[in-house]
Structures are given as structure tokens and as C-alpha cells.
């Protein structure tokens, strides 16, 4: 069965810090990877995704991820963190196209607390 | 534009009792629909999804069950609560075409089972 492995489940850090979490999925197909974000007291929002093409992925607010297919990894990074940016972070992968429908297979999150 | 609604909110129901969430797109025709349960430290579970009206898919074996009355409508229900339903339950809507389309989540609802 497909599976997604966030390493992080907590991370702290200072404002300016730079941030990279970690996300590996266990598919050997052609997959279609997210990152999806949850700030306090909002609703699950994209971040960014890759379907083909360039394997560094840019998103919102200075998110961006890179596809590594080898290692089967789709880590996302940013290079200064924001006190804003305190959430809670998903990867997901997508586990196939089959008859219309498509479903995400979700990572156990990693909660980010950034200070000020 | 497309948005999502969910209600209750929040909800506080005793073991045994009836379950009713509701789930509601506006602004677009034909979407698939999802119910996933988040539960901390363990990110998103996908319990049901629906392609059409009429049409559920269960994921895992469980105590709820999952209907589509109406295209844009998907209602989660339980006949009796159990203490292990308490939880985060989101509905999602994707567009009903292509690969790997993203999903488009609502604000939940927090379900308390005592």
C-alpha cells in the first residue's frame, strides 16, 4: 500500500531561520505530490504541488519543494521562516488516476512553531 | 468562485447517538467528493468518496456511512456514536477530470463523543 513519511512530527525555530521538512512516499508509479498547509484556525490550503516537468516546484509565500525521484522524497523548503508561517504542514501524494476519481494519500503532518 | 461549507462547526453528541454532518459546494457541477477524519499526529484519513450522485466509495471499515442526495451535497452519518469517533472531520471537492487534481478542503467539523 502507498504510504507518505513526514520525519518531523514538531520543529522550532527562530524567525529568519531556515526551514526543510521532510517527506518520502512509497509509490512506484508515476505520482502527483503536494503540500498542503494549516494555519491556526483555517481551513486545509495548497502550498504548492508538482505533476511533471521542472522537479523544483515553487509555491505561496516563499515556499518551494523539490522532486527527487530517486529517493522518492518531495521535501519542501524556505529560506527564511516568518513568525506567520507557524502552521501545520502535510505532504501528499496521489495515488494513481483511476475511473475519475483521484485520492490523496496524506503524511502524519509536522507542526511548525516559529518565535519571534 | 468555488467555495466549500461545512456545519456544524462543532459538535458535542453522548455515546449511541445519531450523527449527521453536512457538506456543501456552490460554484461548480459534478465534483468528486471527500470525507477524511484528521486525528493529531496522524494527519488525513480518507473515509469515503463519491464521483456522483448516488455512487460512495468506503476506504476503511468503520462506523459511519456516507451519502449524495444532490451533486454539490455529501452528508456523513452514524447511527449510534461510539467514543472512538470523536475527531476532525473535513470534506473536500475536486474537479472530475484529470490526474492528480488538488483538493479543495472545508473549515470541519469537531466532533466531541462523550
Known amino acids: 500500500a502507498q504510504s507518505v513519511s513526514q520525519h518531523n512530527h514538531h520543529v522550532i525555530l527562530s524567525e529568519a531561520a531556515s526551514l526543510e521538512l521532510g517527506c518520502n512516499y512509497s509509490y512506484g508509479g508515476t505520482v502527483n505530490l503536494f503540500w498542503y498547509v494549516q494555519y491556526p484556525g483555517q481551513h486545509l490550503q495548497l502550498l504548492l504541488k508538482?505533476?511533471?516537468?521542472?522537479?523544483l516546484v515553487k509555491g505561496i509565500k516563499g515556499f518551494e519543494a523539490e522532486f527527487i525521484k530517486s529517493k522518492f522524497s518531495f521535501n519542501l523548503r524556505k529560506p527564511s521562516v516568518q513568525w506567520s508561517d507557524t502552521a501545520e504542514y502535510f505532504c501528499?501524494?496521489?495515488?494513481?488516476?483511476?475511473?475519475?476519481?483521484?485520492?490523496?494519500?496524506f503524511g502524519a503532518g509536522t507542526r511548525l512553531a516559529v518565535h519571534p | 468562485s468555488q467555495t466549500i461549507h461545512q456545519w456544524p462547526a462543532t459538535l458535542v453528541q453522548p455515546v449511541g447517538s445519531p450523527l449527521s454532518l453536512e457538506c456543501t459546494v456552490e460554484?461548480?457541477?459534478?465534483?468528486?467528493l471527500y470525507w477524511y477524519r484528521q486525528a493529531a499526529g496522524r494527519g488525513l484519513q480518507l473515509l469515503f468518496y463519491s464521483v456522483g450522485i448516488g455512487q460512495i466509495s468506503s476506504e476503511v471499515p468503520q462506523n459511519l456511512s456516507a451519502s449524495r442526495p444532490q451533486d454539490r451535497q455529501f452528508i456523513l452519518s452514524s447511527k449510534k456514536l461510539l467514543l472512538s469517533d470523536s475527531g476532525f472531520y473535513l470534506c473536500a471537492w475536486s474537479v472530475l477530470a484529470g490526474r492528480g487534481n488538488e483538493q479543495f478542503f472545508g473549515p470541519g467539523t469537531r466532533l466531541t463523543v462523550l
Open positions: 508538482y505533476f511533471s516537468g521542472d522537479p
Open positions: 501528499a501524494v496521489n495515488a494513481g488516476w483511476d475511473g475519475g476519481y483521484n485520492k490523496l494519500i
Open positions: 460554484g461548480t457541477s459534478n465534483p468528486n
